[in-house]
């Protein structure tokens, strides 16, 4: 990173173009580190980490849905499911935490399966049938919360509480539960059969499918990984916060199309990736953390983060294009 | 050839399925009707119409993109940002009529050179960049929606300007004023897209971009066009949100970002041909409106109306998804 | 590959005028390759000139330096004695040349009149005159092609004839055409179709226009063309002038450069076991009762017009498609209709006849594709072993001779005819029972048709049961040991080649209608 720090003064107009995302990230991080140095810092460069767990978790099942051809608009649904459905057990229900789990990923598993009907058997476009799902999953959660006003519940199991703030030989547990979701996503899509029938899938279906893949089986069996992946993301923020908070993880769906897409640009291919989409996750989290650092306006830094997030996608697209 | 999803064949009789959309509504208004005696007169229609306005125009710029783009959600042409533009650029106005003291005049062409601005970054990282509208648009709102929250710091604004207030309650012959100049928008975009010359190379680029290129078309300049076009129609309609909502209120875009999509793919699904039409999304807008205000007059509880405008965006394109792939 | 009747009149008035058009000793390289070595080209007013070549001749590069898509490196074209701008699509358009593409780039939703005045639309001071572009366009598809088609109706309504000559009107409507090229027109064709573009082809050189007439089915070049140029390796290797019925074979050995000998291999199976039964299977208004049965180790023909149900007959054997009543039995057990999957579990292997959009991911390399149908015979634990992959992919490469022979070359950069085999290949590597090849050398050039008949051959010879459905009799003939005629969703006939020769399968195909002309 230093080496490409020194060369800064050296990229002018083409050189953004040709280093794009990079120049980007190096533009960020400098700029970052000179407003704030404690940026920096070995305890901010973990805090980046940690604000890149959700997202992450939630970009895997994006990277999945998009190397389908797809896209899931409600993976944010399927983290407040997550959520929702570990706290009320939790809470009503008395359930032991790691049934709570179960019934949490079970939850996000329940709007993938929805998504899963209405894109293979009602053949409804994935775009519009997850939004679809968005619209009334949201609803939904208006309806159960009289409103929208979160349901807490202060007297979480310890395990559960763990999942957020524990830790194991020093390292977050919510930094092994991510690492061990990209080991598991990585193996499953960059060196299994089944993503090798994926990626067959989102290249050309119809081919996919004369060549005799059982298409609307693996469309189905992508949308319930996303919507259970997602609902991870939801109990590692409900125990986080020791609350469900309705609607809450809409704020995720952006950052992880963002990151499949800026990760698919840096893909030789252009096609979505697991380590690309990682790569777009702790950049989008770098941002978020060095605009917080800064002390800026709350409205002014979503201002921002929106801004650096175009700019970095079109430079990344730009970059993609430059390479093929 | 874009990737669409290719799972099966429908199974679905098509006739059945184009006639289910249609069948729904005139049973809802009927229901709507019988329920609440008052919901079939004039003072509520003409509350429909009032209430359908920022959305039929917000749904004119989609149809728009979507005609020139193609209908294909994902490779085709979406842009999700008007609703955000259209926030974006109540906040400005409502910004410097309330805080800066500006006149309407000035406040309304700040809005709108906002609008049209943001239409052009919406252009340029479409034509220029080739990112996909639908990944282009999604990152843009965003931008356009964290911008208005600086603008008003995400705070409601509420104004009383006569341009406003003339425009909520004014009207012309008996007809609210903002239903006669929406009517107009909807008469310019008709005639624009459906029976003029560059309308018909609009819709060639978007049926088929291969035949557009061979006509001698300039594929990017139309589309580049659209999406300024549908900025544009942002900032209109931001005036009747304003006139609306009494003011600029955060947090509206995402209701009209469904009200838009529900009303414009809605149009499709009723128009003959199967395809995004200026009408469509006119008469999806009045349709979707009817369906609120009839909800409310039997007493429906608020927070199931997104539950079941959601069920009917997938019952529509589901049913128009079904027609349109046993006729080919 | 003779046509059943002798042409009409090649030998024309043009006979001895001078080129209207020529392209003279052009030359074009790319990286690695040099596609065009002063190749040449010349056409008179009124002439139809045929252009072969197999594919990577030089045709299609040749074709887009005409067009002005490429820029020649060397060469120049003149139009009548002056020189064109050659690289300027504009200029080409302006100078009175135009293109009938392969493919039909009609919007579905439009009217015929709305397609056809695309660019150059009728406007008046209230908007587009609608009605005088339906008029002005019937007219114009009367006059110039002969043809009544109602400018209202829409593109998606059509037939795939209606449609190709609504493209050919959208090209001429401003009555500026001088040149009209016309690239493989009747791919998509049925038999009574061609003969209806055949007519207004003719109806366009009566009035004088000079055309370039490309495709790789030669019984229709020796039909309808007055001369012929052939290329080989970029570079002219014949003229053939004129052009008569019988010059197919004189036209195959220019084209290949050797003699090819015999297209068709020796027949060296035998059928056995009965394997594929359908029985009384129906899908109104497409097919109805259609019983067939086919042993393994036996290679069964379909034959039918387009429209005549036989490409939703094998769409439903091979799962894509769902009857509406009817059992299909494989091996003795019920194959669940409508699923791909479910197919491929009896060991049934498609190769489909819209080779780019449902054979091959195109994107994904050479391997990847082989492997795709059979991942679980390269992978342990539902993991992919990577170099077993590779090498299996390798192997059957080197066995079907797919070239390149890197199987990390993606798909997308092979020639149809390596397409077509990687197809084959994946089937293969399933160790599939039952074939189903729906065109299997649609766009395929000569060489690679011979090795692919091999192929098939090799199939039956293996013991699987092979079902080949063409719009090809001659290779139908030259291949199956039955044949079985569909003629609007009814099995007609069921003949065999030692009975039956090319025109009474034509007859039979198209019903019982006098043979008039030839088949594609």
Avoid at chain 1, 84 to 105: C, Q, R
Avoid at chain 1, 271 to 300: H, W
Avoid at chain 2, 14 to 41: D, H, N, Q, T
Avoid at chain 3, 88 to 117: C, K, M, W, Y
Wanted: net charge neutral; charged share 15%.
């Amino acid at each position: 990173m230093s080496a490409f720090i020194a060369s800064l003064p050296t990229l002018g107009r083409q050189g953004l173009a040709r280093h794009g995302f990079l120049a980007v990230v190096a533009v960020c991080f400098v700029g970052f580190a000179v407003a704030n140095p404690s940026f920096v810092g070995g305890a901010n460069l973990v805090n980046i980490l940690s604000g890149a767990v959700i997202p992450l978790i939630v970009g895997l099942g994006m990277t999945l849905v998009v190397a389908l051809g797809a896209i899931d608009l409600s993976v944010g649904i399927a983290l407040d499911f997550g959520s929702a459905f570990a706290i009320v057990v939790l809470k009503d229900y008395g359930a032991a935490w790691y049934l709570a789990v179960l019934i949490g990923i079970a939850g996000g598993a329940l709007i993938g399966l929805a998504n899963a009907v209405l894109i293979v058997r009602l053949r409804i476009s994935p775009f519009l049938a997850t939004l679809g799902t968005f619209f009334i999953g949201g609803s939904l959660q208006r309806i159960f919360t009289h409103g929208g006003g979160p349901i807490s519940y202060r007297r979480l199991p310890p395990e559960y509480y763990d999942i957020a703030v524990g830790e194991v030989f020093g390292i977050p547990i919510r930094i092994l539960i991510a690492a061990t979701l990209l080991i598991a996503y990585f193996l499953l899509l960059e060196r299994s059969t089944f993503g090798k029938k994926i990626h067959a899938i989102g290249l050309q279906s119809r081919a996919a499918r004369v060549a005799g893949l059982p298409v609307g089986r693996l469309v189905a069996i992508g949308f319930v990984l996303a919507g259970a992946t997602a609902a991870v993301g939801g109990l590692v923020a409900s125990a986080n916060l020791r609350m469900f908070t309705p609607l809450a993880g809409n704020a995720y769906l952006m950052d992880a199309i963002a990151a499949v897409f800026i990760g698919a640009s840096m893909h030789r291919d252009g096609r979505p990736n697991v380590l690309g989409t990682l790569t777009g996750v702790l950049f989008l989290s770098m941002v978020a953390n060095g605009l917080n650092l800064m002390g800026l306006d709350f409205n002014l830094k979503d201002a921002l983060s929106g801004l650096i997030l175009v700019a970095a996608l079109a430079l990344s697209i730009i970059q993609h294009r430059r390479r093929t | 050839m874009s990737t669409t999803l290719a799972i099966g064949r429908p199974q679905l009789n098509s006739a059945l399925a184009s006639v289910v959309p249609l069948a729904i509504f005139l049973a809802l208004l009927g229901y709507f009707g019988l329920r609440a005696p008052g919901f079939l007169e004039p003072a509520t229609l003409i509350l429909i119409l009032k209430q359908a306005i920022p959305t039929a125009v917000l749904g004119l710029g989609l149809a728009i993109v979507v005609i020139a783009g193609g209908d294909d959600v994902v490779a085709g042409g979406i842009d999700l940002s008007v609703p955000s533009i259209a926030v974006l650029s109540a906040a400005i106005i409502a910004d410097q009529l309330a805080s800066h003291g500006s006149s309407a005049a000035t406040a309304v062409a700040l809005g709108f050179a906002a609008a049209i601005a943001a239409g052009a970054a919406n252009a340029l990282l479409v034509t220029r960049v080739g990112m996909t509208p639908l990944l282009a648009t999604l990152a843009t709102s965003t931008a356009y929606i964290g911008l208005s929250k600086v603008v008003t710091a995400n705070r409601r604004i509420d104004l009383a300007d006569p341009l406003i207030v003339t425009l909520r309650d004014g009207t012309v012959l008996g007809l609210p004023l903002g239903v006669v100049v929406a009517t107009g928008l909807v008469a310019i975009a008709h005639i624009a897209v459906h029976r003029s010359r560059w309308g018909l190379r609009l819709q060639a680029v978007g049926g088929n971009r291969d035949a557009a290129e061979i006509a001698g078309l300039k594929v990017h300049r139309f589309l580049a066009q659209s999406f300024l076009i549908a900025g544009a129609f942002g900032g209109a309609a931001s005036l009747f949100v304003l006139a609306r909502g009494s003011g600029s209120t955060p947090g509206v875009a995402e209701t009209l970002l469904m009200e838009m999509v529900l009303a414009t793919f809605l149009g499709a699904a009723f128009s003959p041909r199967r395809v995004v039409t200026v009408w469509g999304a006119v008469l999806g807008a009045i349709l979707v409106s009817a369906l609120s205000i009839g909800f409310g007059s039997v007493g429906v509880d608020v927070f199931w109306t997104g539950c079941i405008k959601g069920g009917l965006i997938l019952i529509v394109v589901a049913a128009s998804a079904l027609a349109k792939r046993n006729r080919t | 590959m003779t046509a059943p009747v002798p042409p009409p009149t090649p030998v024309s008035p043009i006979a001895g005028a001078a080129d209207f058009l020529v392209l003279e000793a052009i030359s074009k390289g790319f990286p690695g390759v040099q596609a065009l070595d002063g190749a040449g080209l010349g056409v008179r007013a009124g002439e139809i000139h045929g252009v072969v070549g197999e594919n990577g001749a030089g045709k299609s590069t040749l074709i887009k330096v005409l067009a002005g898509i490429y820029r020649p490196d060397a060469g120049r074209i003149l139009l009548d004695g002056a020189e064109i701008d050659a690289g300027s699509p504009d200029a080409v358009q302006a100078a009175g040349i135009r293109f009938i593409h392969q493919e039909l780039n009609l919007v579905p939703h439009f009217t015929v009149a709305e397609t056809i005045f695309l660019g150059q639309e009728l406007s008046g001071p209230f908007g587009l005159r609608t009605g005088a572009m339906r008029r002005a366009a019937e007219a114009f598809l009367k006059d110039t092609l002969d043809t009544d088609i109602a400018g209202h109706r829409l593109i998606a309504d059509l037939g795939i004839a209606e449609r190709k000559l609504v493209q050919i009107a959208r090209a001429l409507i401003d009555g500026k055409a001088r040149v009209v090229v016309f690239d493989e027109p009747t791919a998509p064709l049925s038999h009574t179709e061609i003969e209806h573009l055949f007519r207004a082809i003719d109806a366009l050189a009566r009035r004088g226009i000079a055309m370039i007439y490309v495709s790789h089915y030669l019984s229709e070049i020796t039909r309808i063309c007055h001369r012929v140029s052939v290329l080989r390796n970029g570079r002219n290797v014949g003229l053939v002038d004129p052009v008569g019925h019988d010059d197919a074979d004189r036209l195959i050995s220019l084209m290949v450069g050797r003699d090819i000998g015999d297209l068709y291999p020796k027949r060296n199976h035998a059928a056995t076991t009965p394997w594929l039964t359908l029985t009384a299977l129906s899908q109104p208004p497409h097919y109805a009762d259609v019983d067939l049965e086919i042993r393994r180790g036996e290679i069964v023909g379909l034959a039918g017009l387009v429209g005549s149900g036989r490409e939703e007959l094998v769409d439903t054997i091979t799962g894509l498609g769902r009857p509406t009543s009817g059992r299909i039995v494989v091996d003795g057990r019920p194959l669940r209709s409508g699923s791909t999957a479910a197919a491929a579990d009896h060991g049934l292997a498609h190769v489909p006849r819209d080779r780019r959009n449902d054979g091959l991911v195109l994107a994904m390399n050479v391997a990847d594709n082989i492997n795709l149908a059979s991942l679980e015979a390269v992978s342990t634990g539902g993991f992919v072993r990577r170099s077993a992959a590779t090498t299996r992919a390798e192997q059957s490469a080197e066995a079907l001779d797919i070239r390149p022979k890197t199987v990390t070359t993606a798909a997308r950069l092979l020639s149809g005819g390596n397409q077509q085999k990687v197809v084959l290949a994946r089937g293969l590597a399933t160790g599939a029972s039952l074939f189903v090849l729906d065109e299997p050398t649609i766009g395929v050039d000569v060489g690679a048709k011979a090795e692919i008949y091999a192929l098939i051959e090799h199939l039956a010879a293996e013991g699987a049961a092979v079902l080949v459905s063409s719009s090809d009799p001659t290779e139908l003939l030259g291949l199956c040991d039955r044949i079985l005629v569909l003629v609007r969703g009814r099995i007609v006939a069921e003949v065999t080649p030692a009975t039956t020769d090319l025109d009474r399968l034509v007859a039979l195909t198209t019903g019982g209608e006098p043979a008039g002309g030839l088949a594609a």
